[in-house]
Every structure is written in structure tokens, then in C-alpha cells.
């Protein structure tokens, strides 16, 4: 055998013996009938070679160098990028933290929320963690109550409960959602309750929109809504009660009676922040991301992993 070959192969059996099996050097020694300075030396060598690489990894780098690419490719500005946890909801625990301390970092002060599982989510964490010294001074929510029990759709309760925890003024509309018709939502939109929140829209500095998949639950009487259309144009996510495709477009039907932040006052707001829960699919933020709405970001790096590569 090459001479060459069976030195390497030699520095390579020491270099796994001592870096990946854990073994120490005199032991090494020891089974190899060298002395310990000789091990040294070999693993050195190793280095040298190329045999062995070392690489340090420095918290948050993985995360910054995604949130480059990202950058290049979007509209996305920055973000939080987060760890799976053992299990969904450690990770959700942690994209609520990681939502909140973007909203410090951007400074946010008049915010606008959205629904969904991980606000809900947001919601619990900051009763755990209550923030009193932060940035924001007041908040709304950015779409009508929902009928169902679920406390993740009661916008006006989590906002009340997030303006306690934030020490901001909460403001609340007292609208549904879903309307009947799409002539109840016109005079309920016709109404002071709605000017008042409509206004602070139109104010917002930061919105915290959930980002979800397609088909949803619930589900926000889309068919009634949309017909066959979500099917048509192939919608794979929805953001508030807005449905998008794979291309990023948001699907608009000819009558839509839900009652949420329209979709041109939104499209004005600074910071709009895209926030994904630990089952949020790479179909569902691929299509987000195309719609350009986003300035931010938080989520699972995995997930953001999968969709650049």
C-alpha cells in the first residue's frame, strides 16, 4: 500500500479515536505503543492535512447568515430566526419570545395584531413574562371577533390582555369578523366604532400578522366567501382572513364580507412582521414571503432552512 495512504489512514484512525469517541491522548498512546507527544503531534498533522476540520460555530451566526440570504431574495428587512424546541409547544414558547423582543428591537409603539395559534401563544408567554418597560404605547387588533370559543380568534381579549402585559392603551373594535352579508359588513363599516379603529390603522407603526397554511382551521366560511376560488388560483396560505397563492398573490373575491385592516392600509404600515408557528409550512411561507408584504420576520430556522436550500 502507498506509504502516503497508510500514514493518513493512521492520523485519520487517531484524529476519530480522539475527536469524535471522546478518548484521551495517553490512552491513544497507550493503545497505539507510542508515547503521548507522538499523539499530539498526529493530531496536529491531522489538522494540517486537511483530515480534520475544526468549526465554530458562534450563537446566532446560522441565524444571521439565513437572515442574509433571506434579505437578498426579499422584501424581508430582519427577523428572528429560532431553534425547534423538543416538542411544538416549546417552540412556540420560543417564537413568542423571539416576537417580542423584535418589537423591542424595532422600537414598536402603535401596533396592530393579528389572530391565529401563535398569538394566542404570544399572548400566554407574555402573561408569563409580563413586559412592563416596552416600547409600545398602544395597540389594536387588526381584524373582527370571531364566533368561535377558541381563545387564539378573540382579538379584542388578546389585545386587552397584551396592551395589560406591554403597559399600552388598548383599543378595541367591536365588530365581528364575519358579518352575514356582505350588506351587513357595509353598515357596520359605516359606523363610529369603525372610523374610530379604522383611524388607528391608518396610524399603526408595527403589525404582527400570523402567517397560516391552506386549506385552514378554521376555516372562515371560505367557501362562502370565495366559491371554488381558493381552489382556482391555488392558495397555500392565509394571513389574517386574507387567503395568497404559491406566487404570492393575495386572492381577492368579487364579495367579501370579512371585516379585517384592508389590504392597501395594511401595504402602508413600516414594519409588518410575519409571524409562523412550529406548523407553519414551507409552502405557506414561500408564498408570504413573494407577497411582499413582509418587512419582518419570525420563525423556525428549520423552516427557513428548507425553504432557501
Not at 29 to 36: I, K
Not at 203 to 225: H, K, M, Q
Amino acid at each position: 500500500m502507498n506509504a502516503g495512504l497508510e500514514k493518513q489512514k493512521k492520523l485519520s484512525y487517531v484524529a476519530r479515536r480522539y475527536y469524535l469517541e471522546g478518548q484521551k491522548q495517553s490512552d491513544i498512546a497507550r493503545e497505539l505503543g507510542v508515547s503521548r507527544p507522538l499523539v499530539s503531534r498526529m493530531l496536529s498533522e491531522a489538522r494540517e492535512l486537511g483530515i480534520v476540520e475544526i468549526t465554530v460555530h458562534e450563537p446566532g451566526a446560522r441565524a444571521a447568515r439565513l437572515l442574509e440570504r433571506l434579505r437578498m431574495a426579499s422584501s424581508i428587512q430582519g427577523g428572528v430566526l429560532v431553534e425547534e424546541g423538543p416538542d411544538n409547544d416549546s417552540t412556540n414558547r420560543l417564537l413568542s419570545q423571539g416576537a417580542v423582543e423584535l418589537l423591542r428591537q424595532l422600537g414598536a409603539r402603535r401596533l396592530g395584531v393579528g389572530w391565529g395559534y401563535l398569538i394566542g401563544q404570544l399572548v400566554t408567554w407574555l402573561e408569563e413574562n409580563p413586559q412592563p418597560d416596552s416600547t409600545v404605547t398602544d395597540i389594536c387588533p387588526l381584524v373582527g371577533n370571531a364566533s368561535i370559543p377558541a381563545r387564539n380568534y378573540q382579538s379584542n381579549e388578546n389585545v386587552r390582555l397584551m396592551a395589560q402585559q406591554l403597559g399600552a392603551s388598548p383599543h378595541f373594535l367591536y365588530l365581528p369578523a364575519l358579518p352575514d352579508s356582505l350588506e351587513e359588513k357595509q353598515i357596520l363599516c359605516s359606523t363610529e366604532v369603525y372610523r374610530q379603529i379604522h383611524h388607528q390603522w391608518e396610524i399603526l407603526d408595527t403589525a404582527l400578522v400570523n402567517i397560516g397554511d391552506y386549506p385552514s382551521s378554521p376555516d372562515f366560511a371560505s367557501l362562502v366567501r370565495y366559491g371554488g376560488l381558493l381552489q382556482q388560483q391555488r392558495a397555500c396560505g392565509r394571513m389574517l382572513v386574507y387567503y395568497f397563492n404559491e406566487t404570492g398573490a393575495v386572492i381577492q373575491p368579487e364579495q367579501d364580507f370579512a371585516i379585517q385592516i384592508p389590504i392597501e392600509t395594511l401595504k402602508r404600515c413600516p414594519n409588518i412582521i410575519g409571524v409562523c408557528s412550529a406548523n407553519t409550512s414551507a409552502k405557506a411561507l414561500g408564498g408570504a414571503l413573494k407577497s411582499g408584504f413582509f418587512t419582518h420576520i419570525v420563525a423556525r430556522q428549520e423552516l427557513l432552512r428548507g425553504l432557501l436550500e
